[in-house]
C-alpha cells in the first residue's frame, strides 16, 4: 500500500475549509504510509474535522489538551479550531487512514455515533473500516456527478461501522465474565453426552488450552473438566426423575460407557448411588 491523497476542490492541497451550507462535506481523504519517523504540529489546527484511523504502527498525538499513544485500531477525530500535533518516532511500518470533513450536520452525526472529538477510541483493526476508506476514495478519482454526495454518505458509512465496533467491544468488556466463555459453553450444554477435549474448547474461544482453562475456572469456579462431569451427572439425575430408564441406559445417554465409573462418579457428586437416588425419586422423596 502507497501513500494517497485525494481533494474535494482541485489545485487546492489543503481544502481547509470549513463547509457551513450542507449537512456534510468531505474536503479530503487519504491513506498514510511511512516507514519512518516524522511529527506534524499545527498550533493553529484546522477549520474541519480531523478523522485519523490507525490501521497499523504507533503514533503519539496531542488532540484538545490530552496526550495520547495510539496504538493499532485506534480512531481519534482533531477537533475543529484546535491546535493538534501527532509524531512517529520509530521506524517501522505505519498506516493510519484519514479524513478531512465538515458541515452543519457533522458535530451531529458524531455525537449520535457517539465519537467525540478529541479522544481515542478503539475500533480495533479491522478489513472492512479498512475497505470503507478505500471506498470513499472511488468518488473523488472518479469525480461523476455528485460525487461530494456519495463521499458525504461513505463517510457516514465509516463512523457509523467504527461505532458499533466500539460499542460492541464496550459492551464485551461490561458484560458479565461468562461470556468470554459463551461459545465453549454452548458447545458443552449440547454435547456434553459426547467426547471433548480441552483443545476443542480452547479452540472455540481463540485461546491457549492453559489459558482457556484459566478463564474458564475464573468464570465458572471450576475447571472444565470438573464442569463437564457436573453437566453429565445433573442430566443423568434428571432423567432417573423423568423416566424409568436402567441405570446402563443412563450412563450411556449422558456420554459414559462404563456404568460402574458413572455410579462411582455420581455418588461423589449427590452421596447417593443412582440405584438409592432412582428408589427415592420413585417413591416421591424427589
Same mark, same amino acid.
Given at each position: 500500500m502507497k501513500n494517497q491523497s485525494y481533494y474535494r476542490l482541485a489545485g487546492d492541497d489543503s481544502c481547509n475549509i470549513a463547509v457551513l451550507d450542507r449537512f456534510l462535506t468531505v474536503n479530503c481523504t487519504g491513506v498514510c504510509v511511512l516507514p519512518d519517523p516524522f511529527s506534524n504540529d499545527n498550533p493553529s489546527g484546522r477549520r474541519d474535522f480531523y478523522l485519523m484511523y490507525l490501521y497499523s504502527g504507533e503514533l503519539e498525538a496531542a488532540a484538545a489538551g490530552r496526550q495520547y499513544a495510539l496504538r493499532e485500531g485506534d480512531l481519534l477525530v482533531y477537533p475543529a479550531g484546535k491546535p493538534y500535533r501527532y509524531r512517529k518516532k520509530d521506524s517501522g511500518e505505519m498506516i493510519y487512514f484519514w479524513a478531512h470533513f465538515s458541515g452543519y450536520g457533522a458535530e451531529e452525526l458524531l455525537r449520535e455515533s457517539g465519537i467525540e472529538p478529541g479522544r481515542v477510541f478503539h475500533p480495533g483493526k479491522s478489513e472492512e473500516l479498512a475497505a470503507c476508506f478505500e471506498r470513499l476514495f472511488e468518488p473523488f478519482f472518479l469525480r461523476k456527478k455528485f460525487f461530494e454526495m456519495?463521499?458525504?454518505?461513505?463517510?457516514?458509512?465509516?463512523?457509523?461501522?467504527?461505532?458499533? $465496533?466500539?460499542?460492541? $467491544?464496550?459492551?464485551?468488556? @461490561?458484560?458479565?465474565?461468562?461470556?468470554?466463555?459463551?461459545? @465453549?459453553?454452548?458447545?458443552?450444554?449440547?454435547?456434553?453426552?459426547?467426547?471433548?477435549?480441552?483443545?476443542?474448547?480452547?479452540?472455540?474461544?481463540?485461546? @491457549?488450552?492453559?489459558?482457556?482453562?484459566?478463564?474458564?475456572?475464573?468464570?465458572?469456579?471450576?475447571?472444565?473438566?470438573?464442569?463437564?462431569?457436573?453437566?453429565?451427572?445433573?442430566?443423568?439425575?434428571?432423567?432417573?426423575?423423568?423416566?424409568?430408564?436402567?441405570?446402563?441406559?443412563?450412563?450411556?445417554?449422558?456420554?459414559?460407557?462404563?456404568?460402574?465409573?458413572? @455410579?462411582?462418579?455420581?455418588?461423589?457428586?449427590?452421596?447417593?448411588?443412582?440405584?438409592?437416588?432412582?428408589?427415592?425419586?420413585?417413591?416421591?422423596?424427589?
Open positions: 456519495e463521499a458525504a454518505a461513505r463517510l457516514t458509512m465509516i463512523l457509523s461501522k467504527a461505532a458499533r $465496533r466500539i460499542l460492541r $467491544r464496550t459492551e464485551e468488556q @461490561s458484560a458479565p465474565p461468562v461470556v468470554r466463555i459463551r461459545r @465453549s459453553l454452548e458447545y458443552l450444554y449440547r454435547n456434553y453426552a459426547e467426547p471433548v477435549r480441552l483443545e476443542q474448547l480452547a479452540q472455540l474461544e481463540h485461546l @491457549s488450552p492453559s489459558r482457556y482453562s484459566a478463564v474458564f475456572r475464573q468464570c465458572m469456579g471450576m475447571s472444565p473438566q470438573h464442569f463437564l462431569i457436573s453437566l453429565r451427572i445433573r442430566n443423568a439425575a434428571d432423567l432417573m426423575r423423568r423416566t424409568d430408564l436402567s441405570v446402563k441406559q443412563i450412563a450411556q445417554a449422558v456420554g459414559y460407557d462404563d456404568p460402574f465409573y458413572f @455410579s462411582s462418579l455420581f455418588k461423589q457428586k449427590t452421596g447417593l448411588s443412582p440405584s438409592c437416588y432412582q428408589k427415592r425419586c420413585r417413591s416421591g422423596e424427589e
